[in-house]
């Protein structure tokens, strides 16, 4: 069975070639600027070798270095141009949850309202997050109410809670990520496996938002909390 799903899923060089094609829809600049950046990197380096002398020695490390830029600037151009397919999608803020690297447990829409506003549940070191979508003034009582609903049964356990959207004092969309690695670490490991098991008990009993959530637009993972 594993062999099969393996097998489906799409070779490496096809995922690139899906990846740039989402740079070009979102950002038709976005190719020409990585290749440009390679060839920079090379062109510099080659230069820094005819001065020095060591011509050849300089074009291995310049082809070296040119990859390595290439594959930063693809990897940021294509983050942002997920973002901008995401940016106003309803459960965008739990595919880009979804995206971090590290001990993090998301749980999406475990809250939703009449008008599709969302909220969804993060547990990770900092303790427990609360994420809503939605304008500020609707989701406020949302994020209200989870946090008195989830306090009774993580008693001691700090729980935060983050607006996400373009308004005022809320986190814009393209922040979520590093906005929730900057949490402070209250929790060990095993207080946060803990916890988890805890909140499994939590029941849901709210309706799921109309259309789908976004599937298969889980974000490129940060780095790693420490």
């Keep these: 069975m594993a062999k099969s799903e393996d097998s489906e899923k799409p070779g490496r060089i096809k995922q690139l070639r899906m990846i740039a094609q989402i740079i070009k829809q979102a950002n038709p600049k976005g190719m020409p600027i990585v290749f440009l950046s390679a060839v920079g990197t090379l062109a510099v380096v080659v230069v820094i070798g005819l001065v020095t002398g060591y011509v050849w020695y300089a074009v291995f490390i310049g082809i070296l270095a040119a990859l390595t830029v290439g594959l930063v600037v693809f990897g940021q151009l294509a983050q942002r141009a997920q973002y901008s397919i995401l940016h106003g999608q309803t459960g965008a803020a739990a595919a880009v949850l979804q995206g971090m690297r590290g001990n993090w447990q998301v749980t999406p829409a475990i809250a939703v309202n009449r008008d599709q506003d969302i909220v969804h549940l ?50 814009p969309l393209g922040k979520l990520q590093r906005h929730l690695m900057k949490l402070p670490r209250n929790l060990k490991k095993p207080s946060v496996n803990e916890v988890k098991d805890r909140l499994r008990s939590l029941p849901r009993n709210m309706p799921m938002p109309k259309g789908p959530m976004p599937k298969g637009a889980r974000m490129p993972r940060g780095p790693k909390m420490r």
């Excluded at 070191?125 to 989830?150: D, T, W």
């Design 122 to 171: 993060v547990v990770g070191y900092p303790g427990v997050v609360l994420v809503s979508e939605g304008p500020g003034n609707r989701v406020a009582k949302m994020l209200k109410a989870e946090k008195q609903r989830i306090s009774r049964v993580v008693l001691g356990v700090e729980i935060y809670d983050v607006q996400c959207g373009d308004g005022e004092g809320q986190v």
